[in-house]
């Protein structure tokens, strides 16, 4: 229920540019909400006098009343990012298992097109809402489309990737909304009826289950850690075109510039097919460069260990691990690391695993393809070398 208290209305306007389904008009100087609202809350966010309150409290929930899969698909040059492909086969295998169906929400500028494929891998139903205003990621028309939607289709379960952008969006939506959110998922299952959502905890040295009372049930899964299903070109989902009006004088923050990140780490280490990590045995902040090196050669992105992290010769961003990023890149070269379990559940999807170490015993020689025993201080730059002149001659 949403109301406006007209005592306290100064009829400024600001809900007006705020609401993105165009539902409020002033009114004899007054906000007056139409029958569009969808109770997103945005004219709370900006609405300086407090004349708005919304009550979305239930005592008594109905969960019959919440239906279906949902997964927020995220798009990234304008192309769909393959953890959205990842999230709609897990929501597959839950929405079967529920007798329910799967529903993908994409939001955007010219993103109706994208259609064709979030139906090829496993969405029933996608809601799209294409706005100007929508093509770079904002937090605020974003949070208020995406809680406008789920307040007026009571989903079941609402799945969002674990990047930046669901990192962003997912606890802005779950706070609005009150509800509960489960953040950086690996598992995900049914068990009598309500989600079991599994994460990491205590720096991914228990795994926590973890069941949400709220609805809907909300979770954050990383990417990597689900299997990517084959699309079925043959499927045609429904397709629900959502209306929005994006006032950008509505919008508090303005992107005006993206900056490059330099070319070792332009490819974000849950996209790369090759990656090369450094561990605790690479000795120095300074002797990074071998790997960097190395990685440049092979257009790689570079990663580290969590130790390598925690003494601070790599921001956590490169950290692989289950603390940190899930990876499956098509060659995983492990140069200076042990191989504790943490480590080892964060890269094991890679397709092929290369381990340089001078510690015949260590763990991660148990997971890996190939395998160098030796000091990577003359390995890797001999590596290094050898790939340059081979590369140089084809």
């Not at 995900?188 to 720096?203: C, H």
């Not at 964060?346 to 001078?358: H, P, V, Y």
């Amino acid at each position: 229920m949403i109301d406006v208290k007209e005592e306290l209305c100064n009829h400024c306007g600001s809900c007006v540019k705020a609401c993105p389904f165009g539902a409020i008009q002033i009114i004899n100087q007054i906000a007056v909400i139409g029958e569009e609202c969808t109770l997103c809350g945005a004219c709370i966010q900006v609405c300086k006098a407090c004349a708005i309150e919304i009550e979305r409290k239930e005592i008594d929930i109905d969960y019959s009343r919440y239906k279906n899969v949902w997964v927020f698909a995220e798009i990234k040059d304008g192309k769909i990012r393959n953890v959205t492909y990842e999230l709609l086969g897990k929501a597959r295998q839950l929405a079967v298992e529920l007798g329910q169906k799967v529903c993908a929400v994409l939001l955007g500028r010219d993103v109706k097109k994208l259609c064709k494929d979030l139906s090829a891998y496993g969405a029933d139903k996608i809601f799209v809402a294409e706005d100007d205003s929508l093509e770079q990621y904002y937090t605020d028309p974003f949070t208020s489309v995406l809680v406008g939607l789920i307040s007026k289709h009571e989903p079941n379960i609402v799945i969002y990737p674990a990047t930046k952008i669901g990192r962003d969006l997912a606890p802005r939506v779950a706070a609005t909304l009150e509800v509960g959110l489960t953040a950086d998922c690996t598992g995900l299952s049914i068990q009598n009826g309500r989600l079991l959502q599994t994460r990491p905890a205590f720096g991914g040295n228990i795994m926590a289950d973890i069941i949400s009372v709220t609805r809907p049930q909300m979770a954050t899964v990383r990417p990597n850690v689900m299997k990517k299903g084959s699309p079925y070109k043959d499927r045609t989902a429904e397709i629900v075109e959502i209306p929005v009006r994006i006032d950008r004088k509505g919008i508090r923050t303005i992107i005006k510039e993206i900056i490059g990140m330099k070319s070792s780490d332009a490819v974000p280490l849950d996209e790369a097919d090759i990656i090369v990590s450094g561990g605790r045995g690479i000795g120095s902040k300074e002797n990074f460069k071998i790997i960097e090196d190395l990685a440049g050669v092979l257009e790689a992105a570079v990663g580290a260990s969590r130790s390598a992290v925690d003494l601070g010769w790599k921001p956590k961003s490169f950290q692989v691990g289950q603390s940190g990023t899930t990876v499956s890149p098509k060659i995983y070269i492990a140069c200076g690391i042990s191989g504790k379990i943490q480590h080892l559940v964060g890269m094991s999807g890679s397709d092929i695993i290369i381990a340089i170490n001078k510690d015949p015993e260590a763990p991660i020689f148990n997971v890996a393809d190939y395998g160098i025993v030796g000091d990577l201080n003359k390995v890797v730059p001999a590596l290094t070398e050898a790939l340059r002149k081979e590369l140089a001659s084809r």
